[in-house]
């Protein structure tokens, strides 16, 4: 049924709310399955009983997707390592910034967050054989920060096809959380429906509208709930596709800090779990920056020093 499922399969549901569901990101069984009663009777306009039925039809339907050890032992040899383009860098976090996971620099500005996301929108396109993930790379742009000219500078040092480069970047900006979400949910549609081979997703920043739009404490449940779907929905796509996610952060100052630095990530522990890699950013001395590793699951602590340049990250 996996195979050849169709929406209209389901219980109580027709041509007009199967495209109600497919619109509302319930295209398959397991969206469906792990879906609330409430989410899909909001989505398709439907009753929660009948929601249910479908809910239950799709489980009994599923193949869970139960992997032996030895499996994901084979899945984690199709991982890709993007390289940023300084060994030190690269070192501290396993080869690169992986496929199948998360990686987060958060740091204040002028730390190198999206320099560095500049640099990976060109190794994300390198071949395999230079540290490179031979794909197309999404950029979603909540605070406008994305250059072309950018890239045309660093395509042009690297030796590379500038019209070729530009034309394997989608880039587009995101007004408002709602839209960056949605945006984050419409990647999967450029690899099923444009056949597109997406191997790089930069968020920059990750938590803008977010921090804008939810403001004081008693928004803070809300916040971290729309937050959690969407890190979910990145997470998917990296899993789902075996890409690499790519998120900057901003930072908040801690003011019961007494010793040591104070600065800290926002989004708290929805951001901190959903993320694999965490890096610090900060300024170094004479023009350099500093990488810490933050947290990794199965990388030590450790930090590194690396530069940005007119030729891009460089280790000097």
């Given amino acids: 049924m996996a195979e050849k499922f169709k929406l209209t399969d389901l219980p109580g549901v027709g041509e007009a709310t ?3 569901l497919e619109e ?3 295209g398959t069984l397991l969206a469906l399955a792990v879906a609330s009663p409430s989410e899909i009777a909001d989505s398709a306009g439907l009753t ?3 929601a249910r039925k479908i809910i239950q039809f799709s489980r009994s339907e599923l193949d869970m997707g139960f992997e032996s ?3 994901l032992l084979k899945k984690r040899e199709r991982v890709i390592k993007i390289t940023t383009g300084s060994t030190a860098f690269d070192d501290l976090i396993g080869g690169g910034v992986e496929s199948n996971a998360i990686t987060e620099t958060y740091g204040q500005y002028g730390s190198g967050k999206t320099a560095l996301a ?3 929108a060109i190794t994300a396109q390198l071949p395999r054989e230079q540290k490179g993930a031979d794909g197309i790379v999404v950029w979603i742009d909540t605070e406008g920060t994305f250059r072309p000219e950018r890239i045309k500078q660093l395509a042009e040092i690297g030796g590379l096809n500038v019209e070729e480069v530009l ?3 989608r880039v587009v900006r995101a007004f408002n959380s709602d839209h960056q979400m949605l945006l984050a949910e419409k990647v999967e549609d450029l690899i099923t429906k444009e056949d597109l081979n997406v191997k790089l997703v930069i968020v920059d920043s990750l938590m803008s509208h977010f921090r804008s739009e939810f403001i004081g404490r ?3 449940a809300g916040r971290q709930q729309k937050l959690n779907k969407h890190m979910h929905t990145l997470l998917k796509l990296a899993h789902t596709y075996n890409l690499a996610i790519y998120v900057t952060n901003q ?3 801690k003011p019961d800090t007494f010793f040591g630095d104070p600065t800290e990530a926002i989004g708290g522990h929805i951001v901190a779990h959903a993320s694999t890699t965490r890096l610090y950013l900060r300024r170094g001395k004479k023009g350099s920056r500093v990488a810490k590793l933050v947290d990794s699951p199965c990388l030590p602590d450790g930090e590194c020093m690396f530069f940005i340049t007119d030729k891009g990250i460089r280790d000097e």
């Fill in 167 to 169: 034309g394997n970047l």
């Fill in 24 to 26: 509302g990101g319930y």
């Fill in 218 to 220: 008693g928004t803070l």
């Fill in 118 to 120: 500049h640099q990976l």
């Fill in 48 to 50: 929660e009983s009948v």
């Fill in 69 to 71: 050890g030895m499996d």
């Fill in 18 to 20: 199967a495209m109600k």
């Fill in 251 to 253: 930072v908040m100052s």
